[in-house]
């Protein structure tokens, strides 16, 4: 007796299962809760437009004059090194 409960419990909930599978999407009733040719989010999230903004003056103008200074300052002082340096290196010699 057993047995035939089981099989038949078993046999029930496959059928069932199946018959869920294969059941229409739309019943009486509810033919107009299903979107599925145009879903609807939950949730409409609006994409932000990004505004360009000028830069400060500090990046146009600061950094720029700030990196030719530093320019001038490296030739400066290659320039003065070789200078010292060749006046010092090379020496006439008088007899």
Avoid: C, H
Wanted: charged share 25%.
């Amino acid at each position: 007796m057993k047995r035939f409960l089981a099989g038949i419990t078993f046999l029930s909930i496959i059928t069932l299962s199946n018959n869920a599978y294969s059941a229409p999407a739309t019943f009486k009733g509810l033919e107009g809760i299903f979107y599925e040719d145009d879903p609807i989010p939950a949730i409409v999230i609006e994409e932000e437009v990004e505004v360009e903004e000028d830069s400060a003056w500090t990046y146009r103008f600061l950094i720029p004059t700030s990196v030719a200074i530093a320019l001038l300052v490296i030739i400066g002082n290659v320039v003065q090194y070789f200078r010292q340096v060749t006046r010092k290196r090379y020496k006439v010699i008088e007899k």
